[in-house]
């Protein structure tokens, strides 16, 4: 059964989820770093790192919300950073953010479905994602497209929430994501259903190997999972 944040409404999962995100765009990038105490931040920065071999020049950025994960690309010195998102709401703060950051000749933010990407084949060096992938509506033909817009040899990056295995983490982490975010994500954001959707998103994505396996499908070569803080979020990466 597919996940949605609105159980009581009809509607497609990627029209509730954009829905979704323009409820919450005001407050997401507070509410981020405040139920993750910072943490996210750090992972980004770790997924980034990943692509520094490669030196890309021209970045794709799916899910891209306010930006955070385009600018913090820039550390890899690209030409462009191009960053989509189906939410106005969530482009709208990230264009604000980068208006006032000074960094338009350098990312871009654009309307943008994942699955049906408006790029030409093989345009681009790597395509990021950050906390997105779980949201699509359909993940493997995201996720193809993802592969068809990247250049021969490009890589994938993608850092996504994933479910701790090992005592004590587990417990704590299904404790704290089934009571305490909810509650403080609804306090804060006024949307009821977003911090309930997330961690029935997290439960619900084939996270680990299983997740390497639909990248293989696809078509994408040596790819890795590298779990973060104790599995809490994992890095994937891939080839072209």
Not at 104 to 130: P, R
Not at 224 to 229: E, L
Request: hydrophobic share 40%; proline share 4%; with cysteine.
């Amino acid at each position: 059964m597919t996940v949605v944040p609105y159980k009581e409404k009809e509607g497609s999962k990627k029209a509730q989820v954009a829905e979704m995100f323009n409820n919450i765009s005001r407050r997401y990038d507070f509410l981020n770093h405040f139920l993750s105490l910072g943490i996210d931040i750090v992972w980004r920065k770790k997924a980034v790192r990943e692509l520094k071999e490669i030196k890309p020049k021209q970045i794709l950025d799916i899910a891209t919300g306010t930006g955070d994960f385009a600018i913090e690309a820039l550390s890899l010195k690209p030409d462009k950073v191009i960053g989509v998102d189906i939410s106005e709401g969530m482009l709208a703060m990230g264009k604000k953010k980068i208006a006032r950051m000074k960094l338009e000749d350098k990312v871009e933010l654009q309307m943008g479905d994942s699955e049906k990407l408006l790029f030409d084949d093989n345009t681009f060096d790597a395509v990021i994602v950050a906390f997105g992938v779980r949201n699509f509506e359909n993940l493997e033909k995201g996720l193809a497209d993802m592969w068809r817009v990247l250049k021969p040899g490009g890589k994938v990056v993608v850092l996504e929430f994933s479910k701790p295995t090992r005592f004590p983490m587990k417990q704590l982490y299904s404790f704290y994501f089934k009571y305490i975010l909810p509650i403080i994500g609804r306090m804060i954001s006024k949307d009821r259903a977003a911090y309930t959707y997330l961690p029935e998103s997290v439960k619900a994505f084939p996270d680990g190997v299983l997740f390497t396996n639909i990248l293989d499908r696809v078509g994408f070569k040596k790819t890795i999972c590298k779990p973060q803080t104790f599995g809490i979020c994992s890095i994937y990466t891939g080839i072209k």
